[in-house]
């Protein structure tokens, strides 16, 4: 059952238009961090380094989850906005720790780089049914559905595992590889003595509160532990899909996710940049956030 099935013309109209609103104010808020973005863009290149590519990628992907909850307040979708916004607020960490100083920047992309060919070499042992990894996954999964994920006969994975092993062996990854051989920590995060999980990891940046609340409260939604919050309590209903309760509280977190970066990112690399954002921040940014807090009756 859609909200949509739920309520007349008149009320359904009323409602897409505030929808329409404010996922505009959502997207203002993330072509002000794009604008930034571009900027920022501009003078990594200028250094001349390829050692910044985590940070750039990273950036791009934070857009993405906030570009989403544009996408799904359109349609007036409010639960599916939460895991975007918890993946906004992961990244943010990820980010604001990766870029934090000038004389840690260039050994923590390389960090975050590394632990994505660990990653990925992983994986590609599962694929090799001679060796332990690919043995004991094969082991577990018999007989079950998708046992077969990690069986590719046609590929040389022997090939691939030796190239990801070149890879990781070198010479950008000397420092890198040196830390990581002496303490394996869990996360990228985790080399050379940082932060050894993502709660640490928000404390050491001054977040811990909107961990509390963007990361740990709505950690039900990521695990599908969160079911019963669809209960409507005055009403002792459930709620149908597309139900716009807590739209707006998810549109504020995700133009506040654009709008915080974009700060962060100008006072970091492109200070000069400072009064025009305020300016653009002011003009096109401000005006949707006033009438997100305008809206009633939508409450989560």
Same mark, same amino acid.
């Given at each position: 059952?859609?909200?949509?099935?739920?309520?007349?013309?008149?009320?359904?109209?009323?409602?897409?238009?505030?929808?329409?609103?404010?996922?505009?104010?959502?997207?203002?808020?993330?072509?002000?961090?794009?604008?930034?973005?571009?900027?920022?863009?501009?003078?990594?290149?200028?250094?001349?380094?390829?050692?910044?590519?985590?940070?750039?990628?990273?950036?791009?992907?934070?857009?993405?989850?906030?570009?989403?909850?544009?996408?799904?307040?359109?349609?007036?979708?409010?639960?599916?906005?939460?895991?975007?916004?918890?993946?906004?607020?992961?990244?943010?960490?990820?980010?604001?720790?990766?870029?934090?100083?000038?004389?840690?920047?260039?050994?923590?992309?390389?960090?975050?780089?590394?632990?994505?060919?660990?990653?990925?070499?992983?994986?590609?042992?599962?694929?090799?049914?001679?060796?332990?990894?690919?043995?004991?996954?094969?082991?577990?999964?018999?007989?079950?559905?998708?046992?077969?994920?990690?069986?590719? &006969?046609? $590929?040389?994975?022997?090939?691939?595992?030796? #190239?990801?092993?070149?890879?990781?062996?070198? %010479?950008?990854?000397? +420092? =890198?590889?040196?830390?990581?051989?002496?303490?394996?920590?869990?996360?990228?995060?985790?080399?050379?003595?940082?932060?050894?999980?993502?709660?640490?990891?928000?404390?050491?940046?001054?977040?811990?509160?909107?961990?509390?609340?963007?990361?740990?409260?709505?950690?039900?939604?990521?695990?599908?532990?969160?079911?019963?919050?669809?209960?409507?309590?005055?009403?002792?209903?459930?709620? &149908?899909? $597309?139900?716009?309760?807590?739209?707006?509280? #998810?549109?504020?977190?995700?133009?506040?996710? %654009?709008?915080?970066? +974009? =700060?962060?990112?100008?006072?970091?690399?492109?200070?000069?940049?400072?009064?025009?954002?305020?300016?653009?921040?002011?003009?096109?940014?401000?005006?949707?956030?006033?009438?997100?807090?305008?809206?009633?009756?939508?409450?989560?």
């Amino acid at each position: 059952m859609f909200q949509d099935d739920l309520q007349g013309s008149d009320q359904t109209e009323k409602y897409h238009c505030w929808y329409r609103q404010m996922a505009d104010a959502v997207s203002a808020a993330l072509n002000s961090y794009l604008w930034v973005l571009g900027h920022v863009n501009e003078q990594l290149k200028a250094t001349g380094k390829d050692t910044h590519l985590a940070a750039a990628v990273l950036l791009m992907e934070y857009a993405d989850q906030i570009d989403g909850v544009a996408i799904l307040a359109q349609k007036g979708s409010a639960r599916n906005c939460v895991p975007l916004i918890r993946t906004g607020f992961e990244l943010q960490l990820n980010l604001m720790y990766m870029v934090q100083r000038d004389d840690t920047f260039e050994n923590r992309c390389l960090a975050y780089e590394f632990y994505h060919w660990v990653k990925q070499i992983k994986v590609a042992l599962k694929c090799d049914p001679s060796s332990e990894t690919g043995k004991q996954v094969r082991s577990q999964t018999k007989g079950e559905l998708l046992a077969d994920a990690f069986d590719h &006969p046609s $590929r040389n994975i022997h090939a691939e595992i030796a #190239a990801l092993q070149q890879m990781m062996d070198h %010479a950008r990854f000397s +420092a =890198v590889k040196v830390e990581y051989d002496r303490s394996k920590p869990k996360h990228w995060y985790g080399m050379w003595g940082g932060p050894g999980n993502i709660e640490r990891l928000a404390a050491e940046l001054g977040r811990r509160g909107q961990y509390e609340v963007m990361y740990r409260f709505w950690s039900g939604n990521a695990h599908g532990e969160s079911a019963l919050q669809r209960i409507d309590k005055c009403r002792m209903e459930m709620q &149908p899909i $597309r139900c716009p309760r807590g739209l707006p509280n #998810a549109c504020l977190n995700a133009c506040n996710l %654009a709008n915080e970066m +974009a =700060v962060f990112l100008v006072g970091r690399f492109v200070p000069q940049l400072k009064d025009e954002l305020a300016v653009r921040y002011l003009a096109n940014v401000k005006p949707g956030l006033e009438f997100i807090k305008s809206v009633e009756g939508l409450d989560g």
